[in-house]
């Protein structure tokens, strides 16, 4: 039985707790201003924004945590460590921004009802935010994005504040020149639609992980196709994908190889290949010969 491990999914680790960790100093500071303000100019566009925000920082704080917890080692209680902590903090987060998207709808359905009166300062707040949000946006690009689930989650709420700053703008210019205080209350949906999006996504995701389900970028039957076109392979048989957290995706298999082969030659280079092809850091390669208790002799690689 042969058994690898690659730590390169690490490399980014110091990098992404980072660019964590200064977005989550930005964003909980705008935040609090923000909600202030939204208060002062009775602004429910500036309100519903920092609730995204506070969303935001709950992600990045617990993205921080998991960060911290996951460098914890393995022990005979915990295997794998702990780095699926990750995985649990981005699905806590993904089921508050559903709540908090539900919780704006609410409230914007009453302001539909009665527009009320808001402050122009809401302009001033909004701005600000677009510059704080530009400026965590760009902070998490230097991150692992592609690979990991918190970091492309945190990622994806911040462009939503983005657009949600570019709507109370909006919302803020229209009020300014034209009175028009319903524009707030339609600023409001369009954030909430946005928190609603990236909630379900990042939920969606989450869960996928937590149910052991396949990475998106690997293929089980090319998965399968390559073990079979190394040379002295005649099946492959219990064939597993999945991931311990978004950056760290396994495998386990069993090989049945012909009897005149070089065992150790063909698990190096199945190894090589999962990780060369796949990028799979941890692979259990089982090998077996035509012989073994449970091959049920399909030859399925012939």
């Known amino acids: 039985m042969g058994h690898n491990h690659d730590h390169g999914h690490d490399h980014h680790h110091n990098a992404n707790k980072k660019a964590l960790l200064i977005s989550f100093c930005l964003i909980a500071a705008f935040m609090i201003v923000e909600l202030i303000g939204g208060f002062l100019t009775n602004s429910l566009a500036l309100i519903s924004d920092a609730g995204h925000m506070l969303s935001d920082a709950a992600s990045l704080g617990l993205s921080l945590v998991a960060?911290?917890?996951?460098?914890?080692?393995?022990?005979?209680?915990?295997?794998?460590?702990?780095?699926?902590?990750?995985?649990?903090?981005?699905?806590?987060?993904?089921?508050t921004l559903l709540a908090i998207s539900l919780y704006i709808f609410w409230e914007a359905y009453h302001r539909f009802l009665a527009p009320p009166n808001v402050g122009s300062g809401m302009l001033i707040i909004a701005f600000i935010g677009l510059v704080v949000n530009i400026a965590v946006a760009w902070i998490l690009m230097k991150g692992d994005t592609?690979?990991?689930?918190?970091?492309?989650?945190?990622?994806?709420?911040?462009?939503?504040?983005?657009?949600?700053?570019?709507g109370a703008i909006v919302a803020g210019l229209l009020i300014m020149f034209f009175n028009w205080n319903i524009a707030d209350p339609i600023a409001s949906v369009i954030v909430a639609l946005l928190v609603l999006i990236s909630g379900w996504r990042v939920t969606r995701d989450s869960v996928h992980v937590l149910m052991?389900?396949?990475?998106?970028?690997?293929?089980?039957?090319?998965?399968?196709?390559?073990?079979?076109?190394?040379?002295?392979?005649?099946?492959?048989?219990?064939?597993?994908?999945?991931?311990?957290?978004?950056?760290?995706?396994?495998?386990?298999?069993?090989?049945?190889?012909?009897?005149?082969?070089?065992r150790d030659s063909i698990l190096e280079k199945a190894s090589n290949l999962l990780h060369d092809k796949f990028e799979l850091h941890h692979t259990t390669i089982q090998i077996e010969g035509a012989d073994a208790k449970f091959h049920k002799k399909e030859d399925n690689c012939n």
């Open 146 to 166: 592609e690979e990991n689930l918190n970091l492309r989650s945190a990622f994806l709420h911040v462009l939503g504040d983005l657009l949600g700053s570019v």
């Open 212 to 262: 052991e389900g396949k990475p998106s970028h690997i293929e089980m039957d090319v998965v399968e196709e390559t073990l079979c076109n190394i040379s002295g392979v005649k099946e492959v048989h219990d064939l597993h994908v999945w991931a311990i957290t978004s950056d760290f995706p396994t495998l386990t298999c069993h090989l049945i190889v012909k009897d005149d082969v070089n």
């Open 67 to 95: 960060f911290k917890i996951g460098e914890k080692a393995a022990n005979t209680s915990k295997t794998y460590g702990y780095k699926r902590f990750e995985i649990l903090a981005a699905f806590i987060n993904g089921i």
